[in-house]
């Protein structure tokens, strides 16, 4: 069974420009929820989506938004970038939402 | 107040001894996860539990739903169990709260 894919694996932007970030699932996970950490800043968690409808959402501006399909893969955008938004984002998957969670190898992004 | 609460912080141990690390919650939990992150790697998950106690190799997860504590304690450490390990509890609506982690370090 394949794990969960997150690509890209790293991405360099620019302030002020936006990003798209992509997660695969394991095959059968219907939830999908995605965090970003930062040195020192521990996981923070931005949102999880469960048959694509957004189930949870954490204390992030509203720059940060993702969907989830019906294939449930979900994908993550950052608009209006800055440089705080540097960090590793990781997003995991699981069946249900109190099941094993799986997580994915993340994307690094670098704002410059 | 966090709602998760880890300790310690950092804990730096020699190899072979016995480690604990712990976890309390103040909140309704329908499950509780372990997970390992080392350092510049992915986040493995080790245990997903909502009652009593699982065993993997040398690892040794326990739950007390009552006390809302949670153990995870590791035997015969070596340097390779240098991580961060981090708690995680299922609250209302399969919410997913953190624990802020504890950095193991296993010296030889």
């Known amino acids: 069974k394949a794990g969960v894919t997150q690509t890209p694996r790293y991405l360099i932007k620019t302030r002020g420009q936006q990003v798209t970030l992509s997660c695969s699932p394991i095959s059968g996970h219907r939830s999908v929820s995605w965090y970003q950490q930062t040195p020192g800043q521990g996981l923070q968690f931005l949102f999880e989506y469960f048959s694509e409808t957004q189930r949870n959402k954490g204390n992030f501006p509203g720059r940060f938004s993702g969907r989830q399909f019906s294939n449930s893969r979900s994908e993550m955008n950052v608009s209006t970038l800055e440089l705080g938004d540097s960090a590793l984002y990781l997003c995991a998957s699981s069946y249900l939402g109190d099941s094993p969670l799986h997580f994915g190898n993340g994307t690094r992004l670098t704002v410059t | ?108």
């Open chain 2, 1 to 108: 107040k966090n709602e998760v609460e880890q300790s310690p912080q950092n804990l730096t141990a020699q190899e072979g001894e016995f480690i604990t690390i712990n976890c309390s919650y103040s909140v309704g939990i329908s499950a509780l996860h372990w997970l390992q992150q080392h350092p510049g790697g992915g986040i493995v998950s080790l245990f997903m539990l909502s009652s009593g106690k699982k065993k993997h190799g040398r690892l040794i997860a326990t739950i007390n739903i009552q006390e809302k504590h949670s153990s995870l304690h590791i035997t015969a450490s070596h340097p390779r169990d240098s991580a961060v390990y981090i708690c995680a509890v299922v609250g209302s609506n399969y919410q997913l709260i953190w624990g802020a982690g504890t950095k193991l370090i296993i010296k030889p």
